[in-house]
Structure formats: C-alpha cells, structure tokens
C-alpha cells in the first residue's frame, strides 16, 4: 500500500511569483487536507477536499487555493508569494473528511 | 474556539529514562478526538494514536503510553525506557465532533542522549 507523496521535496521562489505544489493521496481516501508548518510552530489548516469539493477552511487568505482530481489527488496552489510563505507545507489524506489523517513528507517551501 | 497547549518546549533525556510528554486541550464540543504525531528531522508527521472523547480507557503500545483525563483535560503521552530512536517533535493535535480540521499544539522536541 503507497503512502502519501507530495512533490516537489523542496522548492525555492522569489516574492510575488506562484507556486503549485502536489499531493499523491493513500490508496483509497478520498479526503486531502493540507496544512502550513513554519518554522518552530505546528502545522496550520489550510483547506480540505472531499471528493473534489472544498470541505472546510482554515484562516489562510484567497491566495491560498487548491484542487483535488477525480483520483483523489491534490493540489495547492499560492499565488504572490510573500516571504511569510516559507514554510513546510503538509499534505494528508484519511478515508473521510472525519477519519484520521496520514500525513505525507512535505514540500519545504523557501520565498526570497 | 478549540486550543492545545503542550507548555514544555524541549526535553531531554539519557536512554533508558522514563519521559512524559503533556498535552492540554480546550473545546466546547462534547464529542472530540485527540492525536499524538511523531515528526522526526525528515519532516513527515507520523500518526501514533487516537482517542475519542467517550473514551478514556489508557492505552499501552509497546513502550509508549497514553493517559487520558477529561476531568483535567489532559492527554499525556509517557515511553517508557527512552531510545535514541525516539528523539523527535511530538504534536497533540484535536479535532471536533462537527469539524475536520486538526487543531495541532507548538510541539515538544524531544532529545534522548546516548
């Protein structure tokens, strides 16, 4: 059974450019969540989808915006970057939107 | 609103010690979950347990174990006999009965010394 993957490992952009960053769900969930880890702190929510629709949202501005496909898998996409985006962001995926969530290895995103 | 406070920041241990790992939460839901997740230095966060808010039956898994009291709103995590394998973040994280989001704590770091 394949875990959940998340691309690229690391990633290093300037401020005001955009950013995708992509998630490979366990087989068989349906529900990706992803969440915002800066350093020193835990993980923040971001947003969630279930089966395609966005099924909750933390405090994280509209530049902030994702997809899931019809395979479950997800991503997410930060527009204008700011250097306040640098961060370790997490992707999980769990069978349902209230099942627990396994996470993946994270993207380190790094804004100059 | 729903909050975790894991109010020690870094512990450090010889092998072999006993170590206790708090965890407070806050909320005013009835039904909750409580995590605890594993985050060593490759940065993936790995799940250890769940407990239900109607449940507060402790838990023993090998040399870890949990405590869980909803009269002081805690859900400490003990290892028992501490490896230099376990050395790590360790996050408490909630969730709600009506809510998918996890509310995670600012983690403990722990160091277990040869």
């Known amino acids: 059974e394949t875990g959940v993957t998340q691309s690229p490992t690391h990633l290093i952009k300037t401020r005001g450019q955009q950013v995708t960053l992509r998630c490979s769900s366990q087989?068989?969930?349906?529900?990706v969540s992803w969440y915002q880890q800066a350093l020193g702190q835990g993980p923040q929510f971001i947003f969630q989808?279930?089966?395609?629709?966005?099924?909750g949202r933390g405090n994280f501005p509209p530049r902030f915006s994702g997809l899931q496909f019809p395979n479950y898998s997800s991503e997410l996409n930060v527009n204008a970057l700011e250097l306040d985006d640098s961060a370790l962001y997490l992707c999980?995926?769990?069978?349902?939107?209230?099942?627990?969530?396994?996470f993946g290895p994270g993207t380190r995103l790094l804004v100059l | 609103a729903q909050k975790v406070t894991q109010a020690q920041t870094e512990i450090s241990v010889v092998e072999k010690e006993d170590v206790t790992l708090d965890c407070v939460y806050e909320?005013?839901?009835?039904?909750?979950?409580l995590f605890w997740y594993k985050q060593p230095p490759s940065g993936e966060l790995v799940f250890l347990i769940r407990?239900?808010?109607?449940?507060?039956q402790n838990e023993i898994s090998g040399r870890y174990s949990w405590n869980f009291q909803k009269s002081t709103s805690s859900f400490n995590f003990t290892i028992t006999a501490s490896q230099v394998v376990d050395s790590a973040v360790y996050f408490c994280?909630?969730?709600?009965?009506?809510?998918?989001?996890?509310?995670f704590g600012k983690g403990i770091t722990l160091s277990v010394r040869p």
């Open positions: 407990r239900n808010s109607f449940d507060e």
């Open positions: 087989s068989g969930h349906n529900t």
């Open positions: 999980a995926s769990s069978l349902t939107g209230f099942e627990t969530q396994y």
């Open positions: 909320t005013r839901d009835t039904t909750y979950y």
């Open positions: 994280a909630l969730r709600t009965g009506a809510n998918s989001k996890l509310t």
């Open positions: 989808y279930y089966r395609e629709e966005e099924n």
